[in-house]
């Protein structure tokens, strides 16, 4: 059984930035993809950005040009790291991996973005 911790979350002014950190509790190498998810109030869990294992990345159109995500195999952390934040980006922020058939959560991370 994996284990994903989120860390990073806070509240921040428009226009700001933040870096969330997913750590895993075992090797994520062998992981296919893993991925941000975010899921506001009212609102369904939608994907925000995935990376493969070999390192390609996809994102919603809302917020690509503003965030990035990338994965360290030697620490076993994932990150995503948020740029000229809006008031929509706030949620609560999910990592998530896949191997295979088996999907893993994280217990999530509140974003708060204030305009």
């Known amino acids: 059984q994996v284990r994903l911790v989120e860390s990073g979350g806070g509240l921040v002014q428009a226009g700001g930035s933040l870096r969330l950190s997913c750590a895993a509790s075992g090797s994520i190498a062998s992981f296919n993809t893993m991925g941000w998810h975010r899921q506001a109030p009212g609102k369904q869990r939608e994907l925000v950005a995935r990376i493969t294992a070999g390192g390609t990345a996809v994102y919603v159109d809302s917020v690509k040009g503003r965030f990035t995500i990338s994965r360290d195999t030697a620490k076993n952390m994932m990150y995503l790291e948020m740029n000229n934040l809006k008031p929509e980006d706030t949620a609560v922020y999910y990592c998530?991996?896949?191997?295979?058939?088996?999907?893993?959560w994280g217990q999530g991370t509140q974003v708060t973005i204030s305009s």
């Open positions: 998530n991996a896949r191997w295979n058939s088996d999907i893993y």
